[in-house]
C-alpha cells in the first residue's frame, strides 16, 4: 500500500479528517478529533493504528511487520510496516479496526450523529 492509497482510504470513512499537528512531516487522520491513524510521509512505509490491547499482542506475535507503537502508548497501538509484505486487504483490515476503535470511544451523541451520517 503506497501513501496515496492509504490517504484515499482513511479519507473514505465518515467524519474524518486529515491534519499535520505534531510536525509537517507526520500525517494523521483522525475522526471528530480523535487520532486513528499517523504516518512519517518523509519515509511512509510505517503506520501508527489504534488496537485492542489483546489483539495487538496477538498481532506482534504473529507478523514481524507489526511492533509496537512507535512513540505511542504501547499497549494500545502499533505501528504496521506497508512496504508491500503485507496484503493491502489485510491493512486495510486494520485500519478499519482502528477507526472503529475510536469510534467507540466517543461520546454517545456524538457516535449517533455519526451513525445518522454513514446511513445518508
Known amino acids: 500500500m503506497n501513501i496515496e ?3 484515499a482510504f482513511c479519507l473514505s470513512f465518515p467524519a474524518t479528517a486529515e491534519r499535520l499537528p505534531f510536525n509537517p512531516d507526520y500525517l494523521v487522520f483522525f475522526v471528530y478529533d ?3 491513524c499517523l504516518i512519517d510521509i518523509t519515509d511512509p512505509h510505517d503506520i501508527n493504528l489504534k488496537c485492542d ?3 495487538a499482542i496477538e498481532l506482534r506475535e504473529r507478523y514481524k511487520e ?3 507503537g512507535y512513540h505511542m502508548n504501547k499497549k494500545h497501538w502499533n505501528t504496521v510496516r506497508i512496504d508491500g509484505s503485507l496484503p493491502d486487504s489485510l491493512i486495510e483490515e486494520w485500519i478499519t479496526d482502528s477507526y472503529n476503535l475510536v469510534v467507540m470511544g466517543l461520546p454517545k451523541k456524538v457516535r449517533q450523529e455519526l451513525s445518522a451520517y454513514r446511513n445518508q
Request: overall charge positive.
Open 53 to 55: 490491547p489483546e489483539r
Open 66 to 68: 507489526v511492533t509496537p
Open 34 to 36: 480523535k487520532m486513528f
Open 5 to 7: 492509497d492509504l490517504r
